[in-house]
Structure formats: C-alpha cells, structure tokens
C-alpha cells in the first residue's frame, strides 16, 4: 500500500509542469500608476514618499529593461518577452520624463538666462 502511494506521488510530480524562469520572474510594469494630476504634481515635488516611490517604481523598471535586452541579445528572449520588453521601455521612459526637473527648478548663475 505504501508503495502505491509514492508510485501515485511520483506520477503526480511528473506530470506537473515545472516552474519556467519566466513564471519566477514577475513584470513590475504597472502603468496605471502616477497618472492622476494630484500625484503627478505629489511626485514632481522634491522631498515627498511618492516622489521617492516613483523612484523606486523607475529603477524596479530599469532592472526589467535591461534583464530583458540582456535576453534579446544572447538570442533567449521568447516571442511573448517582446511585447513586455517595448511596454518595459516606454514605461520607464514615461517615468523618467514624469520625475525630471521642471523649468522652475532649474538653478540659473546669475547673469545666465535672467535679465537682471
């Protein structure tokens, strides 16, 4: 009897798929995110937790970018990767233009694009 069970067992294990490195490796794209106008200016702002979350979202997504061009180059990036890969770039663009400096936040020298 004991053996039918780890015969049973064995069977069970054959027969269920293995983990790929793709299902351990989950997107970090969420692109929903930082899209309300009161968050964007709450992210623009130097200082804030969600500044600092954006942050921390664009380098999670930096990483993403460049596992998956890493891939692509040595030829192991699968066909359904390509899709993740333009949206992983855009994305990342998108944030980088969402937490880049306004124009007020500048810093000018004096005598350099004043008219003082």
Known sequence: MDRRI???????????PFPSAKAEEESVLAPYRYRNTTV???????GTLERLGAQQ????????????????????LAPEDR?????????????DRLLAPRRDERYLLPGVGSTR
């Open 57 to 76: 979202y664009r380098l999670r997504l930096e990483g993403q970018v460049q596992r998956l061009d890493h891939d692509r180059a040595r030829g192991r």
């Open 6 to 16: 780890v015969l049973a067992l064995a069977a069970l294990l054959l027969a269920a």
């Open 83 to 95: 899709r993740d890969l333009l949206d992983s770039r855009a994305e990342s663009d998108r944030m």
């Open 40 to 46: 964007r200016e709450a992210v623009q702002t130097p």
